[in-house]
Every structure is written in C-alpha cells, then in structure tokens.
C-alpha cells in the first residue's frame, strides 16, 4: 500500500534478521481458523452513507435489551446517567498520558482517587493507575511474584473464567513460567491437593473472590497456606462484592486484581474495560503500570504527579518487570464517578440487592422439579444450577421469550449445568417470568 514507507529491500532485510522467510511467519501463533484468508481486494467499496448505515445497525446489537442474567466476568448494572456525563467533558475525553503533570493536574487528581478508592475497597496498601482488563491484570500478577520469589511455577484454580486461562497460558510463554491447575470439584479449591503443589517450589496461588461458579472462598485459610510454603496469593475480586465481604487485604492477600467493569461502565459487547491491580507496598516497585502521587509546589500548594514508573518499561524492555506502560484511564475515570456518587453506603446497597435477589431467584428456580444447586456453597451473586436437560438448549428457548438465561458450562465438561447472575437491575417480576419459564419449558 502507498502509506507504508518499507521497499522490498526494506522488508527483506528485517526478515533476514528475524530469521523468517515470509510475513506470516509472524502470526504463526494465532490459531488459522482466526486468520483472514480472504482477498480484501475483492470487496467492493461502499458510500459512505452505506457504511454508516451498516455500521449503526451493528452498533445497535451492543445493548442488553432482553432480561440479562448473564455474568462470568461481565454484569448488568445500573450506570448512573452523570457518569457519562462527567467523563465526555472534553478536558477527560481526550486527554491521554499526563507525561507534563503542570497541565494535566485534573487527569492526575482523578486518577489518584481511584487509586485510593480501589485500596479501600480491597484492603491493600497501593494500587497503580489501572490496566487493560480483569485477565491481563491477573495475568501481570502472576509475573510478578514469579519475579519476586524467583520460583517458575504459578499454581491457578480451576474455578477462574476459561478466557482467563487463556490469558495465563499466553503470558506463560512470554514468562517461561509454569501453570498448575488446583482442582475445585466441590466448587471451593482442593486444600489437600494445593498443599501437594506447594510443596514442589510454586511462586503462588490465584484465585477468584467469589470464584467463577459465583462460591465464596475463604482466603484467610487460603492465605495461610501459601504463606507457610513460601509463597505469594494473588485474588482476583469482583469489587461489588467487596463492599460487603471481608477484603481481601484483612485475609492476608498479597495481591489483588479484577474487573472494575462493574463500576460504572457498560457491557459493551466485551469491552474497553478496566483492570484492576492492588498490592502490598513492600510489592510496589514490582508492580506493572504507573503510580499518582500527592505533593507540593515550592509554594505549598497541593499537586499531584507521576510518581512512580519502572523505565525499563520504555527503554530497556528485555529486563522490564512488566512491558505494560499505559492504562485505561478514561474507564478508570468512569469507576472514580461511579464510586464517589455512590459512596460507601450506595455501593453497599448495590452489593446487597445483588446478594439477596441470587439468592430469591435460586430458591425459585430449585423448587421447580428436575433444577437443583451443583455447588452447597455460600454464594455473591452468582450461582450455578444443574438442569434437567442440555443448558445450551434451554439457553437457546429462553431467548424466544426475550431472556438471557445465563451461560452453559460445557467449558468444564458439564453440558447440563448453567451459571446465572443477577444484579440489582432485576426485579422480582423479571426473576418470576424467568423461573415460570423454566417451569412451563
């Protein structure tokens, strides 16, 4: 194409130098069934009134308009209108990396608050400026203690999302670090089978709080264990569940990360979403990304700047901790009106209508004959239910009467059971219509 600068020569002599004798060589990585093998120049160009059309009518299927009772990750909440408000001020909406803090006082500030906000919530000492998303901050983490404890092995519970697992197995290779499965048959971690693990030179443990069948860990035990083999524990937390159950900083965690999708910002069909990373100070200058700080000028005003940001990100990125140097600041920002408009008490309460219509509508659901709970196990907001007949099927007819029914897990060999989230967004109409449903299907 005319705007890329490199000849032939230009190319040949970059391929020579990788060792590599043609372009796709590479993207060897990604799986051929995501490659595009068509030929764009058979296409034919469209008007722009024609693309604009298309693109809107796309556009148009990224909204939750039936009864959601999905989750896995990402939740139908109730995003106050000034949230976007306050964040499409142009001052927020274009600014981008505050390198000059003298001109970017307000972006620093709000960054700053966030990160206090997200230490009060997990309980930890530090948080950086935010990351890409709940998997990549997860993933980071378990960089880290590998760094830290220099030991390659990162023990996982079975019971995180399979698309963070997928995340982990591609940091991995990057890291040279080994991923270890600890089983969660029950739906809690196997106590007996991760002191084994230990036991064999393991960096740390990760884990989900509350974990991916919606169950409550309990991470002071969790903690205590892995800290009496040596090793560091990671949580990734769900930070509206935080506002009601014990943080993870007060069960001994070292780490903690997770999805701040939930504060403020939409579904939005999987993202930009916002990666939450927290830890111990004795952790901070291990920590991926970039730290706000508070100051004064020489006059004693109040300030704030980048305080803290490992250079090797930029200059030296073969010995870098982390090669993560940006974050997502606007959704960041999204989380910093959500939480001050909420406050402590509003978050609360979101937390506690989410915890009491689970458990209404799981009651519902297993007093229909044929449903029941996989799991015996305390519950946040999610939960899973085995079902009479093939999850994926009842998923499929629910959507005939406007219902997301939830997510099958066939992903962990149960093609029967079904995950189901509720939010605050349900009411007891919606959860009624969902399980008269169930019972006339």
């Known amino acids: 194409m005319p705007y890329i600068p490199n000849s032939d020569e230009d190319r040949k002599e970059m391929m020579d130098a990788l060792?590599?004798?043609?372009?796709?060589?590479?993207?060897?990585n990604i799986p051929e069934k995501h490659l595009i093998t068509d030929d764009w120049m058979e296409y034919p160009?469209?008007?722009?009134?024609?693309?604009?059309?298309?693109?809107?009518?796309?556009?148009?299927?990224?909204?939750?308009?039936?009864?959601?009772?999905?989750?896995?990750?990402?939740?139908?909440?109730?995003?106050?209108?000034?949230?976007?408000?306050?964040?499409?001020?142009?001052?927020?909406?274009?600014?981008?990396?505050?390198?000059?803090?003298?001109?970017?006082?307000?972006?620093?500030?709000?960054?700053?608050?966030?990160?206090?906000?997200?230490?009060?919530?997990?309980?930890?000492?530090?948080?950086?400026?935010?990351?890409?998303?709940?998997?990549?901050?997860?993933?980071?983490?378990?960089?880290?203690?590998?760094?830290?404890?220099?030991?390659k092995k990162v023990i996982i519970a079975s019971s995180i999302p399979s698309n963070y697992k997928k995340v982990f197995s591609t940091y991995s290779k990057g890291g040279k670090y080994e991923i270890v499965e600890?089983?969660?048959?029950?739906?809690?971690?196997?106590?007996?089978?991760?002191?084994?693990?230990?036991?064999?030179?393991?960096?740390?443990?990760?884990?989900?709080?509350?974990?991916?069948?919606?169950?409550?860990?309990?991470?002071?035990?969790?903690?205590?264990?892995?800290?009496?083999?040596?090793?560091?524990?990671?949580?990734?937390a769900n930070p509206i569940a935080l506002a009601i159950l014990k943080s993870p900083g007060e069960c001994g965690v070292d780490i903690v990360t997770g999805e701040g999708q939930v504060l403020g910002n939409d579904m939005n069909w999987g993202g930009p979403y916002l990666g939450i990373?927290?830890?111990?100070?004795?952790?901070?200058?291990?920590?991926?990304?970039?730290?706000?700080?508070?100051?004064?000028?020489?006059?004693?005003?109040?300030?704030?700047?980048?305080?803290?940001?490992?250079?090797?990100?930029?200059?030296?990125?073969?010995?870098?901790?982390?090669?993560?140097?940006?974050?997502?600041?606007?959704?960041?920002?999204?989380a910093v009106v959500y939480m001050t408009l909420m406050g402590k008490v509003g978050i609360k309460e979101v937390a506690k209508q989410c915890m009491q219509k689970a458990h209404y509508l799981s009651d519902k659901i297993c007093a229909i004959p044929g449903f029941k709970m996989k799991f015996d196990k305390p519950f946040f907001h999610e939960f899973v239910i085995s079902c009479p007949k093939r999850a994926e099927e009842i998923c499929d007819r629910m959507l005939d009467d406007d219902i997301y029914a939830g997510i099958p897990l066939d992903d962990i060999g149960d093609s029967n059971a079904i995950l189901i989230a509720v939010t605050e967004q349900r009411t007891k109409d919606e959860m009624d219509y969902f399980a008269e449903k169930l019972r006339k299907l």
């Open 19 to 28: 060792g590599i004798s043609k372009i796709e060589e590479l993207f060897s």
């Open 45 to 151: 160009g469209k008007s722009e009134q024609a693309i604009v059309k298309e693109i809107r009518e796309i556009a148009g299927k990224n909204n939750v308009e039936n009864i959601s009772f999905l989750g896995g990750g990402a939740y139908d909440h109730y995003v106050p209108a000034m949230v976007n408000h306050v964040i499409s001020r142009s001052e927020f909406y274009t600014a981008y990396t505050p390198y000059q803090p003298e001109v970017s006082q307000g972006t620093l500030q709000a960054i700053f608050e966030y990160q206090t906000m997200i230490c009060e919530l997990t309980g930890m000492d530090v948080s950086n400026a935010s990351l890409y998303d709940g998997a990549s901050a997860i993933a980071e983490a378990a960089l880290l203690i590998t760094g830290h404890t220099k030991k």
């Open 182 to 236: 600890v089983s969660c048959d029950d739906g809690l971690i196997d106590r007996d089978q991760l002191k084994g693990l230990l036991k064999d030179d393991a960096a740390g443990l990760v884990v989900q709080y509350p974990n991916y069948f919606g169950n409550i860990e309990n991470l002071t035990e969790l903690s205590e264990i892995v800290h009496e083999a040596g090793g560091l524990m990671i949580v990734s």
């Open 277 to 334: 990373f927290a830890a111990k100070k004795e952790l901070i200058r291990k920590m991926p990304g970039r730290i706000i700080g508070k100051t004064e000028d020489v006059d004693g005003k109040q300030g704030f700047v980048l305080s803290l940001q490992t250079r090797e990100q930029h200059i030296r990125r073969e010995k870098a901790t982390s090669n993560i140097c940006t974050n997502q600041g606007l959704i960041a920002l999204k």
